[in-house]
């Protein structure tokens, strides 16, 4: 089977993430997380931190690895010798957005694929962005991040549950 790529900001990962990573490693033989910059978001957790956080929680998962990703996705994808990029879609609203950019990479690459799996029903309301704001406001996030993720984010919002 060839590699495939798994990108994304992870800014943090999340237990949906984490699902679609693990989905993807029983299909491809190989398959890189690609931890992006992306410019027009503002992180919480900086690259090497979001980094750090998916090497732990993928370490059980021996045909993944984790990199980052500056850069055209597609510059990187043949870099790597991948033939396929894998991307999790959770609703409609998610779709639009990731069929134009495979619809573009396609474009720059005919050779590479993009690959959608749908989240399971019970991480499809999880995004980043929501994980973020409870944890602010001193909310739990267990069982929606790993552990390790939801410490990180007390730590950074100096929040306690």
């Known amino acids: 089977m060839p590699i495939a790529v798994c990108p994304g900001s992870f800014d943090p990962v999340t237990d949906g993430h984490l699902d679609i990573i693990q989905r993807a490693s029983g299909i491809f033989d190989q398959v890189i997380v690609a931890v992006a910059v992306n410019p027009s978001k503002n992180s919480l957790f900086s690259l090497e931190e979001r980094v750090e956080m998916l090497r732990e929680v993928c370490s059980r998962l021996h045909n993944v690895t984790v990199d980052s990703l500056e850069g055209l996705l597609i510059d990187y994808v043949r870099a790597r ?81």
């Open 81 to 161: 010798g991948a033939r396929c990029i894998v991307k999790g879609l959770r609703a409609i609203s998610d779709f639009e957005l990731e069929f134009q950019q495979a619809l573009m990479n396609s474009r720059l690459a005919p050779d590479v694929e993009t690959m959608f799996l749908m989240t399971r029903p019970d991480h499809s309301f999880l995004s980043s962005t929501m994980i973020k704001q409870v944890v602010s406001f001193g909310g739990d996030v267990a069982g929606m991040v790993p552990p390790l993720v939801q410490n990180r984010l007390r730590e950074k919002f100096g929040t306690q549950r």
